[in-house]
C-alpha cells in the first residue's frame, strides 16, 4: 500500500498549515530524505521531507490549506500500481511527529499514468515551472535562492520583471476586442504568516487601549562600550548590536518594572516573574518574533549570541514553534532603516512594546557652548487597560537610564 503524505503539525498550537509549494511534481520521483513540500504555518514556514522513497501523487494543490493530520498525497514505491483514482484518506491523524506507514508491498511492474518528465533540468519546484512557462522565462537563465539552490516562483516572478514586454502585433487595431487581462505576480493571498499577521494587529489595535511615549537616549558611552565588546569578543565571533543593548537594558528594567512584564488575559492582569523577550526580525513574509527564554538569568554576551541565533534561523525559515512562543514583552527596531522613531503595535497579550529608532547625531549644550552627541529614540506602546502613563514613563526612563551608563549592563 502506498505511503500516506500527512499535512505535518508543528508546535500544540498549530491549528491549520498550507502545503504552500510542491518541491516534487505530480508523478515524480522522491527519493527518502528528499524535500517533498514546504509547509506554511501561522507561525513558522518549514519544509518537509520523504519519510520514503518513491512516486509522488499529490491529492492537493499548492496553496491549499487544510488541518494537521490531513493526507495532501502519496508516495508509491517502485513497481507499485499507481492507481487512476487515488484512494481515499484514512481518518485524519492529530500528529505532530509524522508516523511511519507500512512498507509497500511489490506488484508487477505498471506503465506510468503520466508521460515521465524529462530527467535532465535545471532545479525548479513544479509551481516555479508552471510560472516560468506562462511568462516565458528561461529557467537556465533564472538563479535558484531556495533549498540547495531550488528555484522557486518568487525566482522567476523577479526573472519575469526583467524581460521587456513583447510589442503589441502590427494587425492590432482600435476594433478589435481587448485582450484578457493577464493575472498579476504581484497578487499574493492573505494566508499562513502573512494572514496572522494581519489577523493579530488589527485585533491588537481594536482590543487594547494602546498609547506611545518616545525618550532620547544618549549613547557616547554605549558606542564605546560596543565597540569595546566586539573587539574584545571577535576572535569568539561574538557582535553585539545596538539591539542587543536594548534586548539587555529591557530586561534589566523589567525586573524592576513588573508592571510592565504583564498581559492581560480573560479579565485579569497576569505579571510575570520570568522575563522572556521577543526580538522582531524582518521576513519577505512578514515580522517574526524569535523569543530569548529566561533573559533576566542572562548576560550580555548571552543574549547577543542567542539573539543572533535566533534572528540567523528565523531568516533560513528555521525556527521551531517553542521559538517564538511564550514572550512577556517585545523589541522591535527599524534604525537600520534610517527610521528615527515610529509607533509599534503590542504583541498580544503582552502589555508593552519597545521600538529602536536610528542611531544619530544629536546636540548637548554645555551653558551656552554646543556638543556632538549620539542618540537614540526610544518608543514605548503599552496598554493602558494593564499599566498607567507614569509607571510606563518611569520604566522607559530605566531603559534610558541602562544605555546612558552602559556599564551598569554588564552586572
Not at 549613547?219 to 576572535?235: G, P, T
Not at 512578514?286 to 529566561?294: E, F, S, T
Amino acid at each position: 500500500m502506498a505511503t500516506e503524505i500527512y499535512l505535518v503539525k508543528v508546535g500544540m498550537t498549530m491549528h491549520e498549515g498550507t502545503v504552500d509549494e510542491w518541491y516534487i511534481g505530480d508523478g515524480e520521483r522522491v527519493e527518502s530524505g528528499g524535500l517533498l513540500y514546504r509547509l506554511e504555518t501561522e507561525k513558522v514556514n518549514l519544509d518537509v521531507d520523504a519519510e520514503t522513497s518513491g512516486t509522488v501523487k499529490q491529492l492537493v494543490s499548492a496553496g491549499t490549506t487544510l488541518e494537521p493530520g490531513d493526507v495532501v498525497g502519496y508516495i508509491y514505491a517502485d513497481g507499485e500500481t499507481i492507481p487512476d483514482v487515488l484512494p481515499a484518506p484514512t481518518p485524519k491523524r492529530d500528529i505532530s511527529v509524522r508516523e511511519e506507514s507500512p512498507p509497500a508491498q511489490a506488484a508487477p511492474p505498471a506503465a506510468p499514468a503520466e508521460p515521465a518528465p524529462e530527467r535532465k533540468r535545471v532545479a525548479a519546484s513544479p509551481v516555479a515551472r508552471k510560472l516560468a512557462a506562462e511568462l516565458n522565462v528561461d529557467l537556465a537563465t533564472v538563479n535558484g535562492t531556495g533549498p540547495r539552490g531550488r528555484i522557486t516562483k518568487e525566482d522567476v516572478q523577479q526573472a519575469a520583471a526583467l524581460i521587456p514586454a513583447a510589442a503589441p502585433p502590427a494587425t492590432l487595431t482600435p476594433a478589435a476586442a481587448p485582450p484578457a487581462a493577464a493575472p498579476s505576480a504581484n497578487a499574493v493571498p492573505l494566508r499562513g504568516m502573512r494572514k496572522t499577521i494581519a489577523e493579530r494587529m488589527h485585533a491588537s489595535l481594536r482590543d487594547s487601549a494602546q498609547l506611545t511615549i518616545t525618550m532620547e537616549a544618549a549613547m557616547d558611552e554605549a558606542v564605546k562600550l560596543r565597540q569595546s565588546l566586539n573587539d574584545e569578543w571577535q576572535s569568539a565571533g561574538i557582535r553585539v548590536t545596538y539591539t542587543d543593548l536594548v534586548l539587555t537594558a529591557a530586561t534589566k528594567a523589567l525586573r524592576q518594572h513588573p508592571a510592565m512584564n504583564a498581559a492581560l488575559i480573560d479579565d485579569a492582569i497576569a505579571r510575570f516573574d520570568a522575563v522572556h523577550i521577543g526580538v522582531a526580525v524582518a521576513l519577505d513574509e512578514g515580522l517574526i518574533v524569535p523569543v530569548v527564554k529566561d533573559a533576566h538569568a542572562k548576560s550580555l554576551r548571552q543574549i547577543a549570541v542567542e539573539a543572533a541565533d535566533l534572528a540567523g534561523r528565523a531568516r533560513a525559515g528555521k525556527l521551531a514553534i517553542d521559538d517564538v512562543e511564550g514572550g512577556t514583552f517585545t523589541v522591535t527596531s527599524l534604525g537600520m532603516y534610517g527610521v528615527d522613531g515610529f509607533t509599534p503595535i503590542l504583541n498580544p497579550p503582552q502589555a508593552g512594546i519597545l521600538g529602536v529608532g536610528r542611531l544619530y547625531d544629536g546636540v548637548r549644550w554645555h551653558g551656552d557652548r554646543p556638543a556632538k552627541e549620539q542618540r537614540l529614540r526610544l518608543s514605548l506602546t503599552w496598554d493602558h487597560r494593564v499599566i498607567d502613563g507614569a509607571p510606563a514613563a518611569e520604566f522607559l526612563a530605566t531603559v534610558r537610564g541602562y544605555l546612558e551608563s552602559p556599564f551598569r549592563l554588564l552586572v
